[in-house]
């Protein structure tokens, strides 16, 4: 179960007396099997970040070794360009990632279509592995001139990984890229 919170901190009392009508109507307070939620969640998270970004990493390798695949955007990968400086300042590579399909937007499509453990989903960071082709979803009423402008290309794929097991996502990965012509 996805929960999005908020907080609002004000400078000054006479502020926080003229939010607080409108915040308590609004309800973004939690109830109490949210923060339950919440609080849980929260204590198994390192322990899923952990296990995404070593699954990540396996992926991303995957990935930048197929023949379909034409570029691979992660950190963790010693090709990218920032690869020795995410390691100074991060604690690992994270677990998204973007990579680009050969054959543009029809292809992107095609390979979407193909996944079966992949969830398509236009928002990322589920404890499921989520995927999304911009160029054919989030992007798609828009012209090929404008994606380009806001860096959507038409091969573009943005992947979030999850805690399923890792040769499950990759297997995912190449039928469906396998299914590519």
């Known amino acids: 179960r996805l929960m999005v919170r908020q907080v609002i901190v004000t400078k000054t009392k006479d502020i926080d007396k003229k939010l607080r009508p409108m915040m308590i109507s609004m309800g973004p307070c939690m109830d109490p099997n949210q923060a339950f939620l919440v609080r849980r969640g929260l204590k198994t998270l390192p322990l899923r970040i952990e296990k995404a970004q070593a699954t990540a990493i396996k992926v991303a390798n995957f990935l930048e070794s197929h023949s379909k695949v034409s570029w691979v955007a992660f950190p963790g990968l010693k090709s990218h360009p920032q690869h020795e ?3 100074t300042i991060m604690k690992g590579p994270g677990c998204m990632m973007s990579f680009g399909i050969k054959g543009g937007i029809d292809e992107g499509r095609r390979f979407l279509n193909s996944l079966k453990l992949c969830v398509l989903a236009v928002s990322l960071g589920g404890v499921e592995t989520l995927i999304q082709h ?9 012209s090929p001139e404008a994606r380009l402008q806001g860096g ?10 999850g805690i399923e097991e890792e040769h499950e996502i990759i297997r995912d990965l190449e039928q469906a890229l396998d299914a590519l012509n």
């Open 152 to 161: 959507v290309s038409d091969d573009l794929v943005r992947l979030s990984i």
């Open 134 to 142: 911009p160029a054919s979803m989030t992007h798609a009423k828009l």
């Open 85 to 87: 400086l995410s390691k």
